[in-house]
C-alpha cells in the first residue's frame, strides 16, 4: 500500500504566505501603525517596529497607551482570523494565491480590556495571541505584548469577538 | 481651570507624537473632565469592506481623553499613566464621520483615578464606544505624598 506523496514544501509555504499576506495587506490601520507578522507553521507573532510616531509620553519616552492597545486588538483579531482561515485553508475549501483574491470577513469587537503592566520601550514590540474559546457565534481571545523579555511583559489584554457571518 | 493650565494642557497634549499622528484635537479641559476629537482618515481603517475606523484608533483616543481628564483634575497630578482600559464596543462607527471622545474622572484617590469615557461620531444618541478606566495619579517630586 502506498501513501500519497506529501505535497512540496515550497507550495505548502507559498499559499500559507500568501493567504497572510492577504488578511494583512488589506488593513489600512495594520500598515499605519507599521505591524508585520512572522509565521512558524500556524504559530502567528505579531511584531510592531519602533517608530516616533508610536510615542506617548516624549519625557520618559514610552510607547503610547492608545498604541499598546491598538497593538494588542491587532494582534487578537489576526489569530482569530488566521485560525478561521487555516482550517479552510487546509482543507483546499479557499484559494488565496490568486490575483482576485475574496477576503474572509472580519470578526468583530465586543470588548477588548487591556492590562498595562509596565511602560513600552521606545524600540519594537512583540505579540501573540491565543483563542481561549471560539464558538459558532462568539470568541474569547487573549492577547500578550513583550519587547527584550517574552517572560516580561509590558500589556495583556482579553477581548470578546462577534464571529463574521460563514456565508455571504 | 486658570488660562495658563489650560493652555498648558493643550501644549501637552499636542506635543503628544502618538496624537499629532492620529491629528487629535482637543476640544474641551477642565475640573477632571476632556473632550477629544479625531476626523476619520483613510489609512486608519480597520476593515477594507465596509471603510470602518480600527477600533485600535478608537481606543487610542479614549485612552488619550482620559489622560488628558487625568491631567485637568483639580488635584493636579503631575502625570499619570494607564493601569487599566476596558472598552465596549458598542457600534461601528460611520465611516467619514468625526470620532469625539469624552472622559470624566468619576473618583480620584492620593495614587488613582478612575475614569468613565464615551466616544461617538457625529450621529446623537447611541455612542460608539465607551470605556471605563483606572489611572496613576503621579506627584511632584518633593511635594507632598
Known sequence: MSRPKPEPVHLVKGRRDAALRALVSGVPYIQFLGIEFDRRGDELTAVMRYDDKLIGNPLIPAIHGGVTAAFLEVAAIMELSWTLLWEEMEAGLIDLTGPETVLPRLPKTIDFTVDYLRSGLPRDAYARARVNRSGRRYASVHVEAWQDNRAKLFAQATGHFLMPDREE | ?145
Not at chain 2, 465596509?50 to 482620559?66: F, P
Open chain 2, 1 to 145: 481651570m486658570d488660562e495658563a493650565k489650560l493652555k498648558q494642557a493643550r501644549m501637552f497634549i499636542e506635543a503628544i507624537p502618538h496624537a499629532r499622528a492620529l491629528g487629535m484635537r482637543l476640544d474641551a479641559i477642565g475640573g477632571g473632565a476632556a473632550e477629544l476629537s479625531m476626523e476619520w482618515r483613510e489609512d486608519l481603517v480597520g476593515d477594507p469592506r465596509t471603510g470602518v475606523i480600527h477600533g485600535g484608533a478608537v481606543s487610542a483616543l479614549l485612552d488619550t481623553c482620559c489622560g488628558a481628564a487625568v491631567m485637568s483634575h483639580p488635584e493636579a497630578p503631575a502625570g499619570t499613566a494607564t493601569i487599566d482600559l476596558r472598552i465596549d464596543y458598542m457600534r461601528a462607527a460611520t465611516p467619514r464621520q468625526r470620532i469625539t471622545a469624552r472622559a470624566e474622572v468619576y473618583h480620584i484617590t492620593r495614587t488613582v483615578a478612575f475614569l468613565r469615557a464615551t466616544a461617538h461620531d457625529e450621529e446623537a444618541g447611541l455612542p460608539v464606544a465607551s470605556a471605563t478606566g483606572a489611572f496613576t495619579v503621579e506627584r511632584p517630586k518633593g511635594g507632598a505624598q
